[in-house]
């Protein structure tokens, strides 16, 4: 299996345009992870779906992020307008549940590195 | 949640057991230990996970003391590769609903040639 693909791997934009950022899981998994990592706040969960479905987007800090999960094997995160203090590492992390349970070994894609000037 | 702690940062020799400790006094009967690092440039990586027994696989073993106090997880073998951020982590074993992965700061530790 591939992993978890993100894309880009490295993203720089102007403060005002919209980014999106693409995340394709391992296949069979059935929950989606959208994570941000700064240096000031370490890594933090954003949104996560289950079965394309999201369950908790809590941690999405305005209206100005917006996540989608069309099917099983596609999401996306978008920021419109983005500003610079969205400079980040955006990470997408998927897992399956064994057995029918959660599990917390998630998956982690190599990440986005967003940079709004 | 338990909250863990972890020494920000430790040396080890390249080919010498690397131990790192974690401390979660608050942890409850159902609530599992899981290791994660982060190397440099890269997404975080699982480990392992164990809830009372001491567990092993091909990355490394984790060691929960009797009271599942604290844990320590080893590296039998460290090479310059497992220069990395660890991450302890304490979580239950059935989904809540605050279904996340509370990351601290984790330990950062350097394997040396």
Redesign the interface.
Known sequence: DAGVIQSPRHEVTEMGQEVTLRCKPISGHDYLFWYRQTMMRGLELLIYFNNNVPIDDSGMPEDRFSAKMPNASFSTLKIQPSEPRDSAVYFCASSSTPGGRPSYEQYFGPGTRLTVT | DAKTTQPPSMDCAEGRAANLPCNHSTISGNE?V?WYRQIHS?????II?GLKNNETNEMASLIITEDRKSSTLILPHATLRDTAVYYC?V?P???DS????I???GTKLIIKP
């Open positions: 599992y899981y890269q997404g975080p990586q699982y996970h982590i979580r074993s059935l989904m605050n279904y996340q992965l990351w601290g700061a």
